[in-house]
């Protein structure tokens, strides 16, 4: 026993001592970097989802939000006019608020399927759907998909800012778990198809099915509702009045998950994708924004002048105050659209710009940078350069007076050679020697060459500069018929030195800005002006261009009451301009084409002379009949000579240019006008009211003063 005992142990102990010197050949050893890998993998994700159970144990144990039936969203900023009409709000201009039950089902299910197609499954967030978004936007290094449900996006809209960071991420949980807790599944559909921004000023479904169709919710097509449901991701870019292309490809996106979900068959699919996207006739300036182009103008005050952000302003419940009058701009939609069509200029392309403000202090009272916002968002105010051809020259006769001339100088009215340059009244139709208003009044083209030449090119730029023109001017002699390019903001603006005494008065748009408890944050701090004419200066160009409105160009802008101003018309008949006063108000008026194409027969005497009437007609109601306070100003043409050439044999022959001759002239151009307006194309107004009003509204016309020295001028068309 022993001796078999011994020789068991002792063949264990060699076994065994055998197998710790040669180690098996088939284990390899192990790879420390996989090792550490996968440990850091294990607890990463450990970590992740027992993050992921403590958050949801935390939002599971939040509290409901107390009276959120009873909420109403932030007030929404809005912007005023001076006398207190709302002009713009950031809100739907005509909101409707619609209960689940008269929301259409596929409009419903078209929203679910566009933003969130587990809405009825979860609790008011999706932990996997964020985490799946976050993988693809890590893969794609920038935010390529979101995962925000429709309970997270109304969070956002009724309680939190739309800041990108993790802060508000993590509140929009929170809320939307609250909200979850506190309303049903359909009462949140409901709030957030109220609420949530569509485009174009639209806040909420009603008020989109009015503003781009102009139906009811029930009355929308399967297409209709799949475009309004497309918006939310991006409302500016799928709103269709700006892009309709997009609007159309988003809206077929739209169709196609509702394909998905099997929420609408195949057919209905095909159909709906084919369909033309036919929207509200009613023009966007008229259903949710009173005046476009002047709030367009405001936001950038707001945004550049004032350093407020875009989002401040759109969410901050703010009110803000402007200087528009809200009746004079109104009567402006009015007039522009009514004028031009009944003069035939119906093309998208034919279109009109009005600017109008306080000359004693600055408000801007009309703006309208186009006929129609909707066709159109470029704005002919401050953005487009036009000539104004004839209507520059009071400039040129404003530097004649500032270097000591007079109204009263004789200025030979004959045909005239600068260098090369031979500038020729119309028909070649002069007036021997006439005094430097009548010039003016009857717009004669070789005078105001005459003037330019007389006192130079440079004073001339100088005071256009010194006026506020920044546009580019040539160094020639040319520049005295308009044939440099001009901002019609600019051009209003130097104009108004003419009313005041000589004051240029900066324009500004915003009054004062409130926030939503009445607080006011900004307050317009005052005129800012500077003195650029001296005041007999004003006062005579004053008296020179009243007698364009009295007897001159420019009778088509009389307004019964003391008034002053220009027109404009370029030789090819591309622009046309009518820039006038009174003591209060400075307006101008552009009619043009964008395409810079010819408009026969149109003159600053017509189309922008009656726009520029009926409009301030209407902005000059509140200062009655109020003269300019100026010195009178006698105009007899009793002065010095301007320029001693003798270059045409009539030029000192009194016979050459009597009062009868003129009134001929004057009559036979009125014939032909008459002749041109039957052979124009017949042109349905805006409505027979409109049109009734533009045109019959001077049943009472003002008394022409009669005067033995001012005759009856040419009107600028036929010069």
């Known amino acids: 026993m022993t001796s078999s005992y011994e020789r068991y142990r002792n063949s264990r102990e060699y076994r065994l001592n055998t197998e710790r ?42 509290p409901p939000i107390e009276n959120l039936k009873d909420f109403k969203p932030n007030i929404v900023t809005k912007f005023y006019s001076d006398d207190g009409e709302i002009i713009k709000t950031f809100t739907a201009f005509t909101y409707d608020k619609a209960e689940i039950k008269e929301v259409p089902d596929l409009l419903k299910k078209a929203f679910i399927a566009t933003e ?77 198809l109220n609420n949530v921004y ?16 102009n139906k009811k919710l029930n009355q929308l097509t399967l297409p209709e509702l799949a475009l309004i449901a497309g918006l939310p991701q991006a409302p500016s870019v799928y709103n269709p009045y700006n892009n309709i292309d997009l609007a159309k490809k988003r809206r077929n996106q739209v169709l196609k998950r509702m394909l998905t979900m099997r929420y609408i068959k195949k057919d209905e699919y095909e159909k709906a994708i084919k369909a033309e996207i036919k929207l509200s006739d009613m023009p966007m300036l008229y259903t949710t924004n009173k005046a476009p182009y002047f709030n367009d103008y405001v ?112 200025i030979d009215d ?3 050679t600068i260098s090369k340059w031979s500038p020729h009244n119309y028909g070649n139709k002069y007036r021997g020697r006439i005094p430097m208003y009548k010039a003016l009044m009857v717009s004669s083209n070789v005078c105001a060459a005459r003037v330019i030449k007389e006192i130079g090119v440079h004073s001339v730029i100088q005071l256009a500069r010194v006026l506020g023109i920044t546009t580019p001017l040539e160094k020639d002699y040319t520049i005295s018929l308009g044939s440099n390019g001009v901002k019609l903001f600019e051009f209003v603006r130097a104009y108004s030195a003419f009313s005041n005494g000589g004051y240029v008065v900066e324009p500004y748009a915003i009054q004062r800005v409130e926030d939503s408890r009445g607080r006011v944050l900004y307050k317009a701090p005052g005129v800012k002006s500077s003195h650029q004419l001296n005041d007999e200066t004003a006062a005579q160009m004053t008296a020179m261009l009243k007698t364009v409105i009295v ?104 016979a050459a240019s009597p009062n009868d001759e003129i009134l001929k002239e004057a009559n036979e151009i009125k014939e032909r006008a008459a002749e041109n307006a039957k052979n124009s194309s017949p042109i349905k107004p805006v409505t027979a009211d409109d049109i009734s009003k533009t045109f019959n509204s001077n ?14 001028a040419l009107p600028e068309s036929l010069r």
Do not use: C
């Open 21 to 62: 010197r040669e180690p098996r050949k088939d284990k390899k050893p192990e790879n420390k970097f996989y090792t550490h890998l996968k440990m850091f993998i294990l607890t990463f994700t450990a970590l992740g989802l027992a993050g992921i159970v403590a958050l949801n144990l935390y939002l599971s144990s939040l």
């Open 116 to 192: 969130d197609k587990n809405f009825y499954h979860h609790k008011g967030y999706d932990l996997f759907g964020i985490v799946r978004s976050s993988i693809q936007n890590v893969i794609a290094r920038q935010a390529v998909q979101g995962a925000s449900t429709i309970t997270q996006q109304l969070a956002r809209i009724l309680f939190l800012s739309n800041e990108r960071t993790m802060t508000r991420k993590i509140k929009e949980l929170e809320v939307a778990t609250r909200i979850e807790k506190t309303i049903p599944k359909d009462k949140i559909l409901e709030m957030y």
């Open 198 to 213: 569509l485009g174009a000023g639209a806040y909420g479904v009603a008020g989109a099915s009015k503003i781009y169709f």
């Open 299 to 410: 936001m950038k005050e707001l945004t550049e002048k004032l350093h407020f952000s875009e989002t401040e302003i759109i969410h901050g419940g703010y009110r803000v105050i402007t200087t528009l009058d809200a009746k004079a701009q109104d009567k402006a939609n009015q007039a522009i659209l009514a004028n031009m069509r009944a003069y035939g200029l119906t093309n998208k392309s034919q279109q009109a710009a009005v600017f109008a403000y306080n000359s004693q202090d600055g408000k801007i009272l009309v703006y309208a940078g186009g006929k129609n916002y909707g066709e159109s968002q470029y704005d002919r105010v401050t953005q487009a350069i036009r000539p104004p051809g004839s209507a520059f020259k009071p400039i040129v006769y404003a530097a004649a007076l500032q270097k000591g001339f007079t109204p009263n100088d004789m």
């Open 414 to 416: 004959t045909p005239l």
């Open 551 to 654: 007897s001159g160009t420019g009778t088509g802008a009389n307004i019964g009451k003391p008034a002053a101003g220009k027109t404009g018309t370029t030789d090819d008949y591309k622009d046309a301009y009518f820039v006038g006063y009174t003591p209060n108000i400075v307006a101008g008026v552009w009619v043009g084409d964008d395409n810079n194409k010819k408009m026969a027969g149109l003159t600053g005497g017509t189309v922008p002379a009656r726009i520029w009437k009926d409009i301030m007609t209407v902005a000059t109601e509140k200062y009655g009949n109020k003269d300019f306070d100026y010195p009178e100003i006698k105009l007899n043409g009793s002065g010095k000579s301007i320029g001693e050439e003798k270059d045409d044999e009539n030029a000192e022959n009194p």
């Open 699 to 712: 049943k009472n016309p003002a008394p022409v003063p009669k005067t033995e020295n001012i005759p009856i």
